[in-house]
Nanobody
Framework: QVQLVESGGGLVQAGGSLRLSCAAS????????MGWYRQAPGKQRELVAA???????NYADSVKGRFTISRDSAKNTVHLQMNSLKPEDTAVYYC??????????????WGQGTLVTVSS
């Protein structure tokens, strides 16, 4: 089994910054893509940013230029630096990872979520 543990959420004023971290542990042979999703009240979960094993990166248009995703493949960690935060960034943020537990056994895993609240 694989566990994803997030940290770094909290309350911040608009214009402020937060850094989210996610550490994967357990039966890991290799992790392909890692990323962050978010879900605001009454809305669907959406991709915020994702980084592939080869370090190609995708960002949601709404966070481009403000958020930066990075990963340490050796430590199975992924981070999300969030700057210039806006009230509309308020959501539960979920870590996501595509994990091979063996050469052929693959599954997607989710963290438990961490709440980010941006006050105006």
């Amino acid at each position: 089994q694989v566990q994803l543990v997030e940290s770094g959420g909290g309350l911040v004023q608009a214009g402020g910054s937060l850094r989210l971290s996610c550490a994967a542990s357990g039966s890991i042979f290799r992790i392909n893509a890692m990323g962050w999703y978010r879900q605001a009240p009454g809305k669907q979960r959406e991709l915020v940013a994702a980084i592939a094993r080869g370090d190609s990166i995708n960002y949601a248009d709404s966070v481009k230029g403000r958020f930066t995703i990075s990963r340490d493949s050796a430590k199975n960690t992924v981070h999300l630096q969030m700057n210039s935060l806006k009230p509309e960034d308020t959501a539960v943020y979920y870590c996501n990872a595509d994990v091979y537990s063996t050469v052929i056994n693959y599954r997607e895993f989710w963290g438990q979520g961490t709440l980010v609240t941006v006050s105006s």
